[in-house]
């Protein structure tokens, strides 16, 4: 999925095209020489191109710009988070120096979170959750109690079709792609022993978390994303932006409108191997979205995964046998936050797999405030299944 703006309701004239290319050759410039020297500034200037900047406080740089074609909307990108899944928030509604600095602090907001989160971190707490397991519980503080509890209930929700505790399937998984091999069904067995949400742990005070068993491990890709992209715009919000959109990877929040009043664009890309999602040029939109104040969230099976004896498996895997859900490419859920939409994204992606389309469709209609989206693939053509509500989302 792709959150952009750049598919306007007008063509590109030959004078926006020269625009464009002398913004590229600004920006490859620009680059060359911050990197060269080291530039340290703030976006004081009237620089137009893309910029790279270092902050003055130290922290990795970030690529600032003005939006192509809407007027006082800028950007801001990072790549440093998330094991480099690329953060891009557009914004408008403040002055400049004012808007970097509020972007700055949405993405400071992310990383801190990041650190208490992130299995790419030995340091975070669930990192630390996972190396006691079977001995010692660990406190936590607000943030990762929040994001525990929750998606805890989501798991209820889809009945172990969700679970944070994947992460025995995972790595094996993981191990077997660097190997090129399947995994063994003892393999598989003993991973399956350490699956199960219902074996966590939380203190009666909400302080601490346990796993009960030594081999259990956190994982959660299916929802401490989108509780970061929520929490950046909780931060923007309190800024003042007027508008905003942001998207890390796959999760996006759209708030207000932009700054020509139209919701925000949102488009999704067609799942076809190769595909890198967000990245533009690699792939076409299949549906383009309207929307404002709901998140939106795609998950694929199309860009991470291993590749094992020539196939390419899904990073999504179903809790309940450990496989991959390789028979469903993309999900798209569209909730009123992302850390949910991020969890019905995963969660239905594995029904789907496990119990079919239709039935999947049908449970999301007796959802509340949920709208799904879910492409598949039948006799080599690509085919859409839709609940009732999304149709509204839909850009004619």
Known sequence: MMFEDRTADHGISRTSKRFYVAAVIVFIVAS???IAVGVSRAPDGEVEGPIRIKPKEGGPAVLFRRHPEMKNVFIIAADDMMG?????ITGWGLEKKELFSAFEAALNRMRGIEAKLSTYRTDSEISQINEVAGMAAVEVDKDTMRVM???IELCEYFAGRLDITIGPFVDLWKKCGKEDREPTQEEM???RQFVGYGMIEISENGSTIKLLYEGMRLDLGATAKGFMVDEAAAVLKEKGLK???IMAGGDGYAHGVRSDGKEWRVGI???KPGSQGPTPGTSSYV????ASNVAVTTSGNYIRGPEIKGRKRSHIINPLDGQPCDSVPSVTAIAPDALTADAYATGFSVMAHDRGVKETIETAEMTDDVEILILIYKDGKLTAHQTEGFGKYLLE
Do not use: C, N
């Open 243 to 245: 508008g905003f959109l």
């Open 269 to 271: 890309a067609e799942p």
């Open 189 to 191: 067995g003993i991973a």
């Open 84 to 88: 480099g899944v690329p953060v891009e």
């Open 32 to 34: 060359a020489i911050a």
């Open 149 to 151: 509890q929750k998606s």
């Open 287 to 290: 549906k383009k979205l309207k």
